[in-house]
T-cell receptor, first 112, second 112 residues
Framework: DQQVKQNSPSLSVQEGRISILNCDYT??????FLWYKKYPAEGPTFLIS?????DKNEDGRFTVFLNKSAKHLSLHIVPSQPGDSAVYFC???????????FGGGTRLMVKP | KAGVTQTPRYLIKTRGQQVTLSCSPI?????VSWYQQTPGQGLQFLFE???????NKGNFPGRFSGRQFSNSRSEMNVSTLELGDSALYLC???????????FGQGTRLTVV
């Protein structure tokens, strides 16, 4: 039973445009959500997080939106850059960080 | 500030052998978690240690074990290796397990 799902395995976006990556979860006990970026053969790099008491969090070009009623979160990258090309994982926790459940990842390709 | 350091980066072992992987967390971080990444199962939580105590454990057989030392460094051990244990093993650290987890570059284990 996949508790965190990223239904789009890949996404292709033109440089300068917005990238929107989506994530759905089923466990209503999750109260902390994170996005990570990953290159092959490397560890995930933390991007941005959001607590369930918020519905939006921004950090530079990255914004995460949380819709608790729909059990859905999304990561917006504006503007997208070729260096953003990587696999993006959303992750969720029910105790603020020390045991993460990951989605399957979305491969983002930003074309110059 | 040094990041999470995992050693070795690459390892080749034979079926039936055992292996020990090491993780040095970011200075000041007391929570260390371990994850396994495989193409078929994605990123899966193994276990988490805090102040030398295992706080959480994922759904892995008892062949997978770990420990944490007083300086927060952690090791994980896999005994009686199987071909299916071939994976990227990732370690992540955070202050108390209640903040964002930062990952190391991982150890690529190949079982032949």
């Amino acid at each position: 039973d996949q508790q965190v799902k990223q239904n789009s395995p890949s996404l292709s976006v033109q440089e300068g445009r917005i990238s929107i990556l989506n994530c759905d979860y089923t466990n209503s006990m999750f109260d902390y959500f994170l996005w990570y970026k990953k290159y092959p053969a490397e560890g995930p790099t933390f991007l941005i997080s959001i607590s369930s008491i918020k519905d939006k969090n921004e950090d530079g070009r990255f914004t995460v939106f949380l819709n608790k009623s729909a059990k859905h979160l999304s990561l917006h990258i504006v503007p997208s850059q070729p260096g953003d090309s990587a696999v993006y994982f959303c992750a969720a926790s029910d105790n603020a960080g020390n045991m993460l459940t990951f989605g399957g990842g979305t491969r983002l390709m930003v074309k110059p | 500030k040094a990041g999470v350091t995992q050693t070795p980066r690459y390892l080749i072992k034979t079926r039936g052998q055992q292996v020990t992987l090491s993780c040095s967390p970011i200075s000041g971080h007391r929570s260390v978690s371990w994850y396994q990444q495989t193409p078929g199962q994605g990123l899966q939580f193994l276990f988490e240690y805090f102040s030398e105590t295992q706080r959480n454990k994922g759904n892995f057989p008892g062949r997978f074990s770990g420990r944490q030392f007083s300086n927060s460094r952690s090791e994980m051990n896999v005994s009686t290796l199987e071909l299916g244990d071939s994976a990227l093993y990732l370690c992540a650290s955070s202050f108390y397990g209640d903040t964002e987890a930062f990952f190391g570059q991982g150890t690529r284990l190949t079982v032949v």
